[in-house]
């Protein structure tokens, strides 16, 4: 019970950092961090993929709402929650660690970037190419969420670093 209340915290808290201060910051035009889908990142290992996606699409959904936009969150929220699950098998093939949260502290750093950098990308890849509805800015998009998953990463990393103090 105490791991759900934890959980719902995180949940919560990132949503309103992400809709009170992030979504307002616009680094040299183009850079935001979504640090939200750090609560993805930390589902314990095993976590079930149904309640997984259906949280991202809570997520995404209210991110959405707050942040005016047509469903890209959702797409890429839920596609990265979907993801997920098969990426661990991928990314960290001799998994023993059993269904723990992934955390810098339990895989190491090397392991915690090969398991969050591709997934970071690949929700700022979905993210920004739905957001510009066309191939047309295919570069500038993923100029953008190159960086925006850099900036994310740097939040992602220096969050862990803060908790396992």
């Given at each position: 019970?105490?791991?759900v209340?934890r ?6 808290a990132l ?23 750090l609560?993805f ?7 079930n ?8 699409f ?9 942040g ?8 890429s929220?839920?596609l990265?929650a ?11 093939p001799n998994?023993d660690?059993g ?6 502290a339990?895989l190491g ?5 090969r398991y969050?950098?591709p997934?970071?990308?690949?929700h700022?890849?979905i ?7 066309s191939?047309?800015?295919a570069?500038?998009a993923?100029l953008?969420?190159i960086a ?18």
């Open positions: 019970m105490d791991k209340i959980y719902i915290v995180l949940f919560v949503f309103l950092i992400q809709v009170v201060v992030l979504c307002n910051i616009d680094y040299f035009g183009f850079i935001c961090p979504y640090v939200y889908i609560f990142l930390a589902l314990p290992i095993g976590f993929i149904y309640g997984a996606m259906g949280l991202a809570l997520m995404g959904l209210l991110i959405d709402i707050f005016n936009t047509p469903g890209v969150h959702i797409a929220t839920v990265l979907f993801v997920r699950d098969y990426w661990i098998d991928i990314a960290l998994n660690i269904k723990v949260e992934p955390s810098l339990k750093i090397s392991n915690f970037l969050a950098v997934l970071v990308l690949a700022h890849l993210l920004f190419f739905a957001e510009s509805w191939f047309v800015d570069w500038f993923t953008k969420a925006n998953a850099i900036v994310t990463m740097l939040f992602i990393v220096s969050y862990y670093l803060l908790k396992e103090k």
